[in-house]
């Protein structure tokens, strides 16, 4: 007869196994790409910021540098998507932390409002232009034009942030204190928070069945091992 001594060691093996998967089932699917197709555009209403929403009808088009640091309201820009390049620097979309490393967009993004990517885009005037892009949400294409989600202009609050994006872009300090915000409003909307609800729903659910599953497959492995090496 197995004794609990001997059971629990197999038990808290398959709950810290569980939690490592449900953690990773939490976190590392994109579960707001699906979401995002699916949610419906938002017509402009200057009444309200509705950064980060599918673009529908009434938005102006930006296409300089200068008309995005003077906008006031919410607004579009369209893209060249092969001139678009990653600046690897991260931030949290509802705070203000920044992040160097891409993890970052992996470590609990999902249930704590996401981390958006710095991007360095082309206008259409041929001005270089920061955008802020959920890109767990919004799925950029490999390659042509590309209308991103309702915008607002933003400025840079962390000097240090300037001086690092300097570094990786070449730019000014003066073409860095604003940037395009793409993301912003729309983690907090009724579709932004599904992407909490379902990534705590689906790592909840691999927990308890995991816990239960991999004890009894652990215990199993257990006892057939003392039968084999002549444990009664």
Sequence with gaps: MITFSRVQ????????????????????????????????????????????FPAGQGYEELTSYDEIIEAERNYKIVVDVTEMVSTELYKDILGEQYYSKKFAKYNN??????????YLAKLKNGDRVLVFIDDRVFTIPESGIVELPVASTKKMDKMSAVNKLGEITGLSDEQLYYY?????????????QMIKNRALIISCIEFILGSVVL????????KR???NNGIQ
Excluded: H, M
């Design 215 to 222: 004890s009894i497959l652990f215990i199993f492995l257990e």
């Design 180 to 192: 395009v915000d793409t993301a912003g409003k729309w983690r907090e909307s009724q579709d932004g």
């Design 109 to 118: 993004a999902n249930i704590t409002g996401g981390v958006g990517t710095f």
């Design 225 to 227: 091992g003392e039968k």
């Design 9 to 52: 060691p197999a038990i808290a093996c398959a709950i810290i196994l569980s939690a490592f998967i449900a953690w990773g089932l939490a976190n590392i699917p994109d579960y707001g790409k699906a979401i995002y197709e699916n949610a419906q555009a938002v017509d402009y209403d200057k009444y309200s910021d509705q950064t980060g």
